[in-house]
């Protein structure tokens, strides 16, 4: 089985490998409140294994007499020492729970099981880039990256493990590894932050972390379009100065929004008039108000493709394999929804290595890649 704590919902996977590269998959998803994000740890644990629990009662062909081996995708920065333990370090993505950071996460989760009698055995605890990563090699072996780019922004590639200089032990093998490259630049010294991005920052639970995830990743998009469009209003250049309660609201303009407008080509914009003047509320919009709105999304979107494309270029410097056949395996909700974000990364790649160098790489949707490749993880750990 796999759990995927992933920022925005939580996901119950029983996975069957067929081998040569096939596989089912079973998987129910559940909402993770606000509430939840933010209270004691101990409840969150309850709830991820009530989840689990009625999971199992509902799909009950899984034999229950034995222990079912589980695959802990849980996508927040954790110092891992070991394949099932891991001490979380912050919280990241709106989450904020009390007494968790500095302890073991799987050994809370574990609690929680034994405490409901639930007969699972955290068998591994992974981060969604590395099962992205495992799943799409499942299939492709030579898949070069797992990338996230969903509620958040992450990625993991392979290192020469003489290369790694926190590590000890034996060299002469390649490790997985999880960068956690949203918290890049923390110094704020690098990314070309605006005036939007910086406000954003402000009023967000984890100030001044995370700031590279924050100009990427779904969470943050729809954030700093409204700040932007909120400026506009201010300087009556837009809705004929008039903001409305809802757009008011921080976080009220979703990253989904975006793709919608982004989407409409009707002649007169009416996909989104609907959603500034049914969904939002802003009392009337004319059409060059509309097109300045396409506008100030296609500059956010454009933006977090860019760098994040910057991201995937530095790692195929740094691994040498500019102009060699690469497959980058993305998985998030941000890749698969909104339009035109692959060819835009792809139009970043090429500005920065070259035409020749772009089209050996290949982005590829690994539709929940990060339950398939937990599952993975936590069947080889097992019979490990
Ligand atoms: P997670 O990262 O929690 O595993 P997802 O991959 O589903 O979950 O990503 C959720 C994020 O994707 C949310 O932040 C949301 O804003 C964004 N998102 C959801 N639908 C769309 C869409 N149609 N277009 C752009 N972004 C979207
Ligand atoms: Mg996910």
Redesign the pocket.
Known sequence: MAL?L????LRVCHVTLLGNGEHTIRQQKYVVSEELKTGPMRNLCDFIADCVDSFLTENGTIDSDSTIQLGYTFSFPVLQTSINRGVLKQWTKGFNCSGAVGKDVTILLQDSFRRKNINVNIAAIVN?TVGTLMAYAYKHPDTTMGV?M???FNASYYEDMNKVKKWTGKTDQEMVINMECGAFDCERRVLPLTVYDNKMDRESINVHQQLYEKMVA??YL?EITRNALIELIDRQLLFNGESSKDLNKIWSF???Y??SIEVDETEDLCDTAHILESVLSIPSTTLADRQIVKKVCNAVGVRAARLASCHIAGVLKHTGKVGQDCIIAI????FE??PKFEKNMGTALAAILGEQARSKVKFDLARDGSGLGAAIIAMIAAKN
Request: no cysteine; proline share 0%; charged share 15%.
């Open positions: 995927d992933g920022g925005t919902n969604d996230i969903g509620t958040g779904g969470m729809g979703e990253t989904a975006m793709s998985d998030g909700s941000l929804f909104y």
